[in-house]
């Protein structure tokens, strides 16, 4: 028979049409195939004939052919009818030791007998492995064939109809053995890999596979046929016949190969297919900006480049050539992807503007011009260090950029350096000590402003505030700074001399207060349905208050350390206040669910004189990331010799430790912790009102994970099961029940 897992995967393949390799061909045309490559043998007068039917010897020829038999003759000698077949010989005994065909009995084979619907449905089944119930009837078919007609319509290889008995025509035949060749002779499982974005591959494959049994891997093959992985960044899988492989990095111009790993009931095929990807390049390019640009000198236009897939590209080509026309003032910016457009003395109320990439991609669009620019707003994009990339904190001597996206009334990015400095005002404050800032060209051109850390004696926050001109708070973000461990101490007086001089002790070291949170603590728990309590444990070096603000994150406003000790608060706090701590405390929240919150923390000593770092802790309460242990799930199949244990749970990745009992009555009124002490002990408890027949501990890695305990040997019946989850500290219990078959 043909090989379970090869069957599997084509059953799979026959069931879904869209994953066929000819799901338009016609029956005509599938047929002349299979005559190509000698499966059936053609007639005279070059035509088909699908409406005739086909002998039982030729259906034995067929199938051997299509799965490779080779011709057994002696296999054929238990029938004593072969007289006028003995062309099908070897393809009868073929098939009849594979098990696919049988005779009548009392050896009679009849190969000249018409197939019938319900025999080649029992053909079929049995030439592919195809799983069958014996229980099952059909309407239509005899008795002896309903479990097999039920299992072929099930997999797609006959259409259902009212009378299985009758001759099967030769088209149905056809239909049926092309699907099975056409799947049986592939090379591969892979239809098609091309790329289709800087970053994207979509593979098209053959059937429908099981994204938890198949894996995917991209290599570049290099001029001299070296290889090199390919980073990939996440799967998205469209059902089971399609995946779009998102990679870590663009693709680099060149050859390519797709590998598909498919794992099944132990066994392990691999499949390929190559693919070449072409150098970026433009093929559109669209002007952007507002529709209204502002009477000023210098405005900036920007302008998408879009690659052959349609994307904004990763980078501007090394050839680009940019032509630009228009009645006003415009020429290309010399840094950026921009057009540079002068209208401080144009007197029309609007402006054409056309443009010309590399002399074949062509656009136009025309702006309305306003007045002259005000701003309007300012964003930020964080802190980055001169090569552009992000920084969260600074040592003493190290400088970062604030980058700045400033807008003017229309929605323009306003990127005049000389200009904003005329309009904004922008100052740094550390340690409470406030000094003006200018903005400047900043990692890419962009308005930024530059800041650079001192030496502090502890930890401390830098803060860069952007105002207008009538002082109105437009923009800020704060960065962290390091304490520096070479912090100038005065030295002590030197003590008057005496007869007997006595050696100095050893100056004290000062001491350093610091706080922290382990991110791995915080966790959240349902109040109720609109409502969840947040928990976050602080730990602490030299502190005895801690002060604190949960605030609402789209609050742009961030509290520096005197702030929150002073109880000056943003606008969007939640929540605030101050505990005393011996080095390690829990904050408690009650917030609505679905919110994103920062919290910021600072710590103080007894005297206020030793002061530590201002801590920020991002708190989501996303109702996919609250702890939450819904239900025991038995998962058994009928088949094991063990109890398959599911979880369901949120966060679906929660991670922790799982503690389980199984008894014969149930435990009433126990605790999460008196569950945890009787899967533990090393005996069962005598307070245990039920026999308890398995229990234990295992590492939780997640709902993909399970609890499995051997159950040979148990009597058929119910069983209660009890489980804790423990997850960052926090138990929670959730009991199920056991239903045994064997």
Not at 221 to 229: H, K, L, S, Y
Not at 277 to 295: F, K, T, W, Y
Not at 325 to 345: I, Y
């Amino acid at each position: 028979m043909i090989h379970v897992f090869t069957a599997l995967l084509l059953i799979a393949a026959i069931a879904n049409p869209i994953a066929g390799h000819a799901a338009d061909t016609s029956a005509e045309e599938k047929y002349n195939k299979l005559v190509e490559a000698g499966v059936f043998d053609g007639f005279p007068d070059g035509q088909a004939h699908l409406d005739q039917n086909m002998t039982r010897a030729q259906a034995a020829k067929i199938i051997a052919l299509i799965l490779g038999l080779d011709e057994n003759a002696g296999a054929a000698d238990i029938y004593k009818d072969l007289a006028e077949a003995k062309w099908a010989e070897g393809f009868i005994g073929a098939a009849t030791e594979a098990g696919i065909l049988e005779g009548r009995g009392g050896g009679i084979f009849d190969p000249s007998a018409d197939v019938t619907i319900q025999e080649l449905a029992k053909i079929m089944v049995e030439a592919l492995g195809i799983e069958v119930s014996e229980d099952a009837t059909v309407e239509g078919a005899d008795e002896w064939a309903g479990s097999y007609v039920a299992a072929a319509v099930a997999a797609g290889l006959i259409p259902e109809q009212s009378d299985y008995t009758i001759s099967a025509s030769r088209q149905l035949l056809v239909e049926v053995s092309f699907a099975a060749y056409e799947i049986v002779k592939s090379d591969g499982w892979i239809k098609s890999a091309k790329q289709t974005g800087v970053r994207t591959v979509s593979i098209d494959l053959q059937g429908s596979f099981d994204p938890d049994a198949t894996s995917v891997a991209i290599e570049r093959i290099g001029e001299v046929g070296d290889r090199t992985a390919v980073g990939i960044e996440s799967l998205e899988w469209d059902g089971g016949s399609a995946v779009t492989v998102v990679l870590s990095d663009v693709a680099e111009a060149g050859k390519y190969e797709a590998k598909l790993t498919v794992e099944q009931d132990g066994e392990t095929a691999v499949y390929t297919f190559s693919y070449t990807v072409e150098p970026e390049q433009v093929s559109r390019v669209e002007l952007g900006g507002a529709d209204q640009l502002p009477r000023a000198d210098n405005v900036e236009v920007p302008y998408i480049l879009y690659n052959q897939y349609g994307e904004p590209m990763s980078e501007p080509p090394a050839d680009l050539k940019v032509d630009v026309a228009s009645s006003a003032d415009v020429k290309p910016h010399p840094d950026r992807q921009a057009l540079l457009v002068n209208l401080a003395g144009w007197n029309e109320n609007r402006v054409d503007i056309h443009l010309l990439v590399n002399e074949k991609n062509y656009t136009n669009r025309t702006y309305q011009v306003g007045d002259k620019p005000v701003i309007e707003s300012v964003e930020t994009d964080g802190f980055v260090n001169e090569a552009g990339s992000p920084v969260d904190r600074l040592k003493k001597g190290e400088s970062a950029w604030l980058l700045l996206r400033p807008y003017d009334q229309y929605g323009n990015l306003i990127t005049d350096v000389d200009w904003l400095n005329e309009n904004l005002k922008a100052e740094e404050s550390v340690s409470g000590r406030q000094s003006a800032k200018e903005l400047a060209p900043g990692p890419g051109g962009a308005a930024a402003v530059r800041v650079t850390a001192g030496s502090h004696l502890a930890n401390t926050t830098l803060t860069v505030t952007i105002r207008s001109l009538s002082d109105e708070v437009l923009a800020q973000a704060s960065i962290a700074v390091e304490s520096d461990p070479e912090f100038y101490v005065p030295p002590a007086p030197t003590p008057a001399p005496t007869p007997t001089p006595e050696p100095e002790p050893e100056p004290e070291p000062t001491p350093e207060a610091t706080i922290s949170v382990d991110p791995d603590s915080i966790v959240t728990l349902d109040k109720d349905y609109f409502n969840v309590t947040t928990s976050v444990y602080v730990t602490s070096t030299n502190v005895t208050t801690l002060y604190y603000a949960l605030v609402i994150e789209s609050d742009p406003e961030v509290p520096t350390a005197d702030d929150l000790i002073h109880d000056r608060l943003p606008s969007g706090t939640m929540d605030s206040g101050k505990v005393s701590t011996d080095g390690k405390v829990k904050l408690e929240f009650e917030t609505p669910v679905d919110l994103k919150f920062n919290l910021y923390i600072v710590g103080t000593d007894d005297s206020g004189s030793l002061v530590s770092n201002l801590l920020t802790v991002e708190i989501d309460t996303d109702i996919s990331k609250v702890f939450r242990l819904d239900a025991v799930v038995d998962a058994t199949n009928p088949d094991d010799d063990y109890w398959r244990i599911c979880l369901s749970h949120t966060p679906i990745d929660a991670e922790g430790t799982v503690y389980y009992i199984i008894s014969d009555n149930p435990i009433h009124d126990a605790s999460e912790d008196d569950l945890v002490r009787i899967a533990t002990e090393p005996d069962v408890p005598d307070d245990v009102p039920a026999q308890v027949i398995a229990r234990g501990t295992k590492h939780w890695s997640g709902t993909s994970d399970q609890i499995r305990v051997d159950k040979k040997g148990w009597t058929p019946g119910t069983y209660h099961v009890y489980v804790v989850l423990e997850y960052r500290g926090v138990r929670l219990k959730a009991e199920g029940a056991l239903g045994l078959t064997n």
